[in-house]
């Protein structure tokens, strides 16, 4: 796949589309909707962001984001919004809510702020996380999980 390239000094205003890749450097004050993978050490401040895949590096984002695929939020990094995902990596500072299918991981230098659904979650310890859990994609197996073993241990 063929990517883009925003470096360092340069700020777009205005919305960017791209198929392909795009390591963004500068600054992106719009929505970024690209079909390939986000590499971020800049800053995007808009309304929404969607891509395949993300990795955040450094910088800020102040948009919701939402991936086809994986993101990860580097602790050099700090989004302020929604985060919508498959599978993360949470290093970083997030304020906003993380709504994520599968997999969650969250790392001993991340900070945490809003509402938190997921399919499976990790949290390291060192992790500041200020977060209202909510039943996941999972729901119903722990209670299932506590109903056999009531079955096959009845009192």
Avoid: H, W
Avoid at 79 to 100: P, Q, R, Y
């Amino acid at each position: 796949m063929e990517g883009s390239f925003i470096p360092k000094g340069t700020k777009i205003i205005g919305d960017v589309y791209a198929e392909g890749d795009l390591e963004l450097d500068g600054d992106v004050i719009g929505n970024v909707n690209i079909t390939g993978n986000l590499d971020l050490n800049g800053s995007i401040r808009g309304d929404n962001i969607k891509v395949g895949r993300v990795e955040l590096s450094k910088g800020v984002i102040e948009s919701d984001i939402e991936s086809l695929d994986y993101i990860s939020v580097g602790k050099d990094v700090t989004v302020i919004g929604n985060i919508k995902a498959v599978n993360a990596d949470i290093d970083g500072a997030v304020e906003g809510d993380l709504d994520v299918k599968e997999k969650v991981a969250v790392g001993s230098t991340a900070v945490i702020k809003g509402d938190l659904i997921a399919g499976e979650l990790a949290v390291d310890f060192g992790a500041l996380c200020d977060v209202n859990l909510e039943k996941g994609y999972n729901q119903g197996k722990a209670a299932a999980f506590f109903d056999n073993y009531l079955k096959e241990n009845p009192q």
